[in-house]
């Protein structure tokens, strides 16, 4: 089984915060690609919250 099916299992993915620091540490992501991943996160989490805005004004 490969490394990457193994942490998909665990949870642990470049989509959250945990996952991304494991692939940093274990050198498999570097900062850069870290910090990358971070904004696509944050962005991510901006827009769920702009639809969830969008929809209590609908309501």
């Given at each position: 089984?490969?490394?990457?099916?193994?942490?998909e299992?665990?949870?642990?993915t470049?989509?959250?915060?945990?996952?991304?620091?494991?692939?940093v540490?274990?050198?498999?992501?570097?900062?850069?690609?870290?910090?990358?991943?971070?904004?696509y996160?944050?962005a991510?989490?901006?827009?769920?919250?702009?639809?969830?805005e969008?929809?209590?004004?609908?309501?």
């Amino acid at each position: 089984m490969s490394d990457e099916i193994i942490e998909e299992e665990m949870g642990e993915t470049i989509y959250d915060e945990a996952g991304r620091k494991d692939l940093v540490e274990s050198d498999e992501m570097s900062a850069g690609e870290e910090a990358f991943m971070q904004g696509y996160e944050d962005a991510s989490e901006e827009d769920e919250d702009e639809q969830d805005e969008e929809e209590e004004l609908e309501n």
